[in-house]
């Protein structure tokens, strides 16, 4: 049993390396955890399902949110509070084709993917860097980079916060 563990806290360990959520990282110390239980008590395969799921409940719950928190600091990307509270003035990127509302894309904001519109119903082409100037529901409206002047961004994205 303990080989069974291990083998499943490395296939764990192989899917966090794939998409560092770090949910499958905290699963796989608890199997990690659950081998040891196995070495000293071979026969006794509730406690260790059970130090399993202690285990990963105990870090996904407790030391998930400071490692998530630490490695978004590391990359640079900053955290915005809700979904109007500081997006409006943040750069993001176009994935693809952003239209006016009736074809609308996407854009990459703060690591997260976002619907999105161009706020001049001009098309602007994938991999553009753009602003965000307001938000409409869950759809971001947004302009190329260079084509607003300072502090525009703000203004406009007042006024549409709470549609």
Do not use: C
């Given at each position: 049993?303990?080989?069974?563990?291990?083998?499943?806290?490395?296939?764990?360990?192989?899917?966090?390396l794939h998409n560092v959520a770090f949910y499958a990282l905290f699963a796989?110390?608890?199997?990690?955890?659950?081998?040891?239980?196995?070495?000293?008590?071979?026969?006794?395969?509730?406690?260790?399902?059970?130090?399993?799921?202690?285990?990963?409940?105990?870090?996904?719950?407790?030391?998930?949110?400071?490692?998530?928190?630490?490695?978004?600091?590391?990359?640079?990307?900053?955290?915005?509070?809700?979904?109007?509270?500081?997006?409006?003035?943040?750069?993001?990127?176009?994935?693809?084709?952003?239209?006016?509302?009736?074809?609308?894309?996407?854009?990459?904001?703060?690591?997260?993917?976002?619907?999105?519109?161009?706020?001049?119903?001009?098309?602007?082409?994938?991999?553009?860097?753009?602003i965000v100037t307001a938000v409409q529901g869950t759809t971001l409206v947004v302009v190329p980079l260079?084509?607003?002047?300072?502090?525009?961004?703000?203004?406009?994205?007042?006024?549409?916060?709470?549609?």
């Amino acid at each position: 049993m303990v080989v069974a563990w291990l083998v499943f806290g490395v296939v764990l360990m192989l899917v966090e390396l794939h998409n560092v959520a770090f949910y499958a990282l905290f699963a796989a110390v608890g199997a990690f955890a659950a081998a040891l239980v196995a070495a000293v008590a071979p026969g006794a395969i509730a406690v260790q399902a059970g130090v399993a799921v202690v285990v990963t409940a105990a870090g996904v719950g407790a030391v998930r949110p400071y490692v998530s928190q630490a490695m978004l600091s590391h990359r640079g990307v900053h955290n915005v509070r809700g979904v109007h509270g500081g997006i409006v003035g943040h750069e993001a990127m176009t994935l693809d084709v952003v239209g006016d509302a009736h074809r609308g894309g996407h854009v990459r904001l703060v690591g997260e993917r976002w619907l999105a519109i161009s706020g001049s119903g001009a098309v602007i082409p994938p991999d553009t860097t753009v602003i965000v100037t307001a938000v409409q529901g869950t759809t971001l409206v947004v302009v190329p980079l260079g084509a607003i002047g300072p502090g525009e961004a703000d203004k406009e994205g007042e006024h549409d916060e709470l549609e």
